[in-house]
């Protein structure tokens, strides 16, 4: 990928950023024939795109609000990602505790609504419970003054697994997407963005690259990228903050997750199940500025355990806490508008500034093909480009098998692989010690590591054991434990000396250590 941009490859299309977005203009951009170039500063996913909560979703509480038009969009692109990434998205039970008369009637219609919406029939409608029902479905459910419940169904993915599975459909489809490339400048003739310098953040190598169009897919970072083509632009995102906290999984043992859609301060609560982990979260923190690497603030995590305890009947401490996890919503926005971000729409925008720069913001990952499509129809327009048109609706990402097939793991780590996994198995044949675990406490194996370096763009530690595999929200201390062999198995494909070893032990040990809840706490505090 590096060799093909230092030869000054002459790209239509060039995405800066690869989370979410960026990485789906890249494969509808190449889809349509564009010739498509990516460049992601540190890895694919490592912003936004790695923390959420990991659903796929009309999203209930937009419903709430009344905002039909987003609920529609989400459930049609939920369907769509289900047909075109069965491998990565499954469907997952939802239940809604009752402790008032009033909430069965209230949220059993409010998901009948949702139900009739999605006009889905992949996936199962909603439905009331009663109190044994309910205690069966959620067993860890608070049980004084239960009456019953409400199920209904939405998707669940791994978000770094996806965000890896459509880098590979670009690539699959000839686009150049490079990882650990920042872009440091935009390169404009006569007033006009003619393409990018970055950097190779490997060699410290300056790239210039060309496009006849540019994508802003920055995520939280967006409005730096916009104040390099005008340096007096206003705002156009506004980042909040989401955090989770990863738990063992007694704290929600059966299949089906909790969802709580009014907490005290009006946020909802989710107790998801997740690669045999539980989730719980998420809050909703305006930031005055985004961060690499946003850490969890205190009053956050003492909010997510408070009201985790009040719903739960084994109420979860510090202790118990594997992983915290922080991520940055990309939110957009709207002109003098300081209401809490809870309430601002997450409908996406595209921005076209009077240089070319064409910037697409907001959103969410469910939505992120629709996100790309409307990107790609207006860089065509401003490019110049013709009419090409949009085939990502049926467009299968890299690994599609369905989860009928005979050869469809059970291993909810591996089911993300898809019809890759005969390549993790062989590995594993040819070299028994790559099936011995990364640590006992983790469900990854070497094979993970040396697939990753292979086959997926693994660069650091970091990259196999936050993303590649998900060892670090998983657990974070097991994954500090890991860390050692994942290097070495990395070192060996790379052709890697000791002291790089030395060193990224080092630095991913750190990096983890702010996912550990005390450090977290004591960090932002
Ligand atoms: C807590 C939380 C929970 C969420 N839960 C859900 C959910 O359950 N379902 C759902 O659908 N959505 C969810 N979302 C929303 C979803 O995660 C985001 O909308 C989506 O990931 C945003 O993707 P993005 O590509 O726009 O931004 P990002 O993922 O942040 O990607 C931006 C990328 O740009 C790169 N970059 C920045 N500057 C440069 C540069 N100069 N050069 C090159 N690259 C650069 C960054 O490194 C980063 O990788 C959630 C978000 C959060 C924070």
């Known amino acids: 990928m590096i060799d093909r941009l230092s030869a000054r490859e002459p790209f239509d299309i060039l995405v800066i950023g690869g989370g979410a977005t960026g990485l789906g203009c890249a494969v509808d951009s190449a889809s349509r024939g564009c010739r498509t170039a990516l460049l992601e500063a540190h890895d694919f996913a490592k912003g936004a795109s790695s923390r959420s909560t990991k659903l796929v979703h009309g999203g209930v509480r937009y419903l709430q609000q009344g905002n039909i038009a987003l609920v529609l969009e989400a459930l049609r692109e939920r369907g769509t990602l289900c047909r075109n990434a069965p491998h990565l998205v499954g469907d997952l039970a939802f239940v809604v505790p009752r402790y008032k008369w009033w909430e069965g009637p209230f949220y059993g219609v409010g ?196 009201n985790a305890g009040r719903y739960l009947d084994h109420d979860p401490r510090g202790e118990d806490v594997l992983s915290v996890f922080a991520g940055l919503r990309p939110l957009v926005q709207a002109e003098g508008n300081d209401e809490e971000t809870k309430k601002i729409s997450r409908e996406h925008t595209v921005l076209v500034s009077a240089s070319g720069l064409l910037t697409i913001i907001g959103g969410k990952w469910t939505t992120y093909r629709k996100m790309a499509q409307d990107a790609v129809d207006n860089a065509l327009a401003v490019g ?26 059970e291993e909810s780590t591996l089911q993300p692989y898809g019809s890759d996994c005969g390549e993790l198995r062989a590995l594993e044949s040819e070299d ?32 196999a054991l936050a993303r590649r595999t998900r060892s670090l929200l998983l657990d974070a201390r097991a994954s500090m434990n890991a860390a050692p062999r994942a290097t070495a198995l990395l070192a060996a494909e790379l052709g890697r000396d000791a002291a790089w070893c030395e060193a990224e032990v080092a630095r991913y040990r750190d990096l983890a250590s702010g996912y550990l809840l005390w450090n977290s706490k004591t960090q932002s505090g």
Not at 130 to 156: F, K, S
Not at 257 to 281: K, Q, Y
Not at 392 to 409: C, N, V
């Open 432 to 463: 028994p010690s790559l099936a011995e675990p990364l640590d006992p406490q983790l469900p990854y194996r070497g094979s993970h590591v040396v697939y990753a370096a292979r086959h997926e763009m693994a660069r650091t530690c970091e990259d």
């Open 384 to 409: 110049g480009l013709g009419e090409l048109p949009c085939s990502t609706e049926s467009l299968p990402i890299h690994g599609w098998m369905e989860r009928t097939h005979p050869d469809f793991p």
């Open 111 to 306: 998901l009948k609504m949702y139900d009739a919406l999605a006009r889905d029939r992949q996936i199962a409608p909603s439905q009331i419970l009663d109190r044994a029902e309910t205690l069966a479905e959620i067993p860890n459910v608070e049980p004084d003054q239960l009456i019953g419940g409400v199920r209904y169904h939405d998707a669940q993915f791994d978000d770094a697994r996806m965000a890896l599975g459509l880098a590979r459909t670009a690539a699959d489809l000839n686009a150049v997407v490079a990882n650990h490339v920042r872009v440091v400048d935009l390169v404009k003739e006569s007033g006009q963005i003619t393409g990018v310098a970055a950097i190779d953040a490997e060699t410290g190598r300056e790239l210039r690259v060309n496009a006849k169009v540019v994508i802003n897919a920055t995520g939280a970072f967006a409005d730096r990228i916009r104040h390099l083509d005008e340096p007096t632009a206003s705002a156009a995102t506004l980042p909040s903050q989401g955090v989770h906290l990863v738990l063992d999984r007694s704290f929600q043992p059966s299949d089906s997750a909790i969802m709580v859609p009014r907490t005290d301060d009006g946020r909802v609560l989710f107790v998801i199940p997740w690669h045999d982990r539980v989730l719980i979260g998420t809050t909703d923190t305006p930031m005055p500025e985004p961060s690499v690497e946003p850490r969890a603030l205190p009053e956050e995590v003492d909010f997510i355990l408070e």
